[in-house]
């Protein structure tokens, strides 16, 4: 069975074979994470919602006009084992471009669901066209089942979210974190992902020269993919240390979610988290922050109110400041 749907987008058809083929664009409406390559034959792997991951081969690539993937979902659970194909036309219009998606192949009860996916996904798209911001996606937010890597990759999209907020003149300003402004705590938050991809024996570099969001999503998504691929089982030699996988995996989330919030408080600005994550994260950090790291890695917890909501838990919990306006 077959799924056609065509939106109108006000942007030119290069802009628009942008936004659909671009990790850095793909990230704005449609996914956490992207890996593409881009030529035909070329294979990509995209992050949909955390949890949820699509891969396939790209079979027909025409820049501007046209492009063809095959589509499967990945995991145990995939709901399909035999790809389907995605083919993306964009028409130049007056005023913009129509984007024709046609999602041929599928099995009769998949229908509904890739239709609902299609739908919301291509709404958020025009979204971002039109107003420049699609917004947070709600379907990120909260993920249902949860474990610490599905966290990971909804805390990431959080922090991706934060990063990419930042512009140049924010690089100087002081971050919670004593010793790290801005583009230092960047950097921190770069580092550390990268120690976990090594030590998942990836071979990954920092892409200094990129904005934060694009250096942060290049080392976390590799990073990502690999714990996916290895899972949550046994141990992990992290140079310092061996830790079981659960607790490096416990690691990600704390760096991403507690450093957007490092980010968000540096602007002056609130950080906007399902309390359903923020209060799975809490549990995870309560796991992982030993008596034996205050005073090193992180500060004494600080105090807040026994109401407080469970971000503001969080960010006490490791040490920081809450403060309300």
Not at 61 to 68: A, L, Q, T, Y
Not at 79 to 105: K, Y
Not at 286 to 305: D, K
Request: hydrophobic share 45%; aromatic share 6%.
């Amino acid at each position: 069975m077959t799924i056609d749907k065509t939106v109108f987008i006000p942007v030119d058809p290069d802009t628009a074979f942008a936004l659909v083929t671009k990790p850095e664009r793909l990230r704005r409406w449609q996914t956490v994470a992207a890996r593409v390559d881009l030529r035909v034959g070329g294979e990509y792997r995209w992050t949909v919602t955390p949890g949820h991951s699509a891969a396939g081969t790209y079979t027909e690539i025409d820049p501007g006009k046209r492009v063809v993937f095959t589509w499967g979902w990945q995991g145990q659970d995939a709901p399909e084992a035999n790809p389907s194909t995605v083919a993306i036309t964009l028409e130049p219009v007056e005023g913009g471009t129509n984007v024709r998606l046609v999602h041929e192949g599928l099995a009769g009860e998949q229908v509904a669901a890739h239709t609902e996916g299609w739908n919301h996904f291509l709404g958020r798209l025009e979204a971002l066209a039109t107003t420049g911001d699609a917004g947070a996606d709600d379907w990120a937010a909260a993920p249902d089942p949860i474990n610490e890597l599905i966290s990971a990759e909804a805390t990431l999209a959080i922090a991706q979210r934060t990063l990419a907020a930042l512009e140049s003149s924010d690089m100087g300003l002081q971050t919670p974190c004593e010793d790290f402004t801005v583009e230092a705590l960047v950097a921190h938050l770069v580092g550390s992902v990268l120690s976990i991809g090594k030590a998942l024996g990836l071979e990954i570099n920092d892409n200094a020269g990129a904005s934060p969001e694009v250096r942060v999503a290049d080392a976390a998504a590799a990073t990502l993919e690999a714990f996916n691929a290895r899972g949550l089982e046994g141990t992990i030699d992290m140079g310092f240390a061996v830790l079981p996988a659960s607790i490096v995996a416990n690691i990600l989330n704390i760096e991403f979610l507690i450093h957007a919030w490092d980010f968000a408080s540096a602007k002056g600005e609130a950080l906007d988290v399902a309390p359903a994550l923020s209060d799975y994260v809490l549990g995870l950090a309560r796991n992982t922050i030993a008596p034996g790291m205050r005073g090193h890695t992180f500060a004494e917890e600080t105090l807040v109110e026994e109401s407080a909501e469970s971000l503001d838990r969080l960010v006490a919990f490791t040490g920081r400041q809450v403060t309300k306006a």
